[in-house]
Nanobody, 117 residues
């Protein structure tokens, strides 16, 4: 399955931005990761195949919401109240099972989010 993320851009602190990731086929559990300049890639949020279970990093809780549309093979990441430290390349990933267990089967190309202060 190929994943294509989009929606990144340049925003100001406090703004909102929505990312989308379209899969070329059926999705399992899905996740979002990010990698800031000079830092390792880190987990942001994930959602089970059914959408009933979601998981978020502490940095995302209360600000980011992950959701999915299985009909259109798309997963979303709504980011509110963005901060400069959210600046990173954001990657979507497909898990290796229907429930998110941390394993990644496929990575998409990233989309850059830049938050100015």
């Amino acid at each position: 399955v190929q994943l294509q993320a989009s929606g990144g851009g340049l925003v100001q602190a406090g703004d909102s931005l929505g990312l989308s990731c379209v899969a070329s086929g059926r999705m399992y559990a899905m996740g979002w990761f990010r990698q800031a300049p000079g830092k390792e890639r880190e987990f942001v949020a994930a959602i089970s195949w059914s959408g009933r279970n979601t998981y978020s990093a502490d940095s995302a809780k209360g600000r980011f919401t992950i959701s999915r549309d299985n009909t259109n093979n798309t997963v979303y990441l709504q980011m509110n109240n963005l901060k400069p430290e959210d600046t990173a390349v954001y990657y979507c990933a497909m898990g290796d099972t229907g429930n998110w267990r941390g394993g990644v089967d496929s990575w998409g190309k990233g989309t850059l989010v830049t938050v100015s202060s």
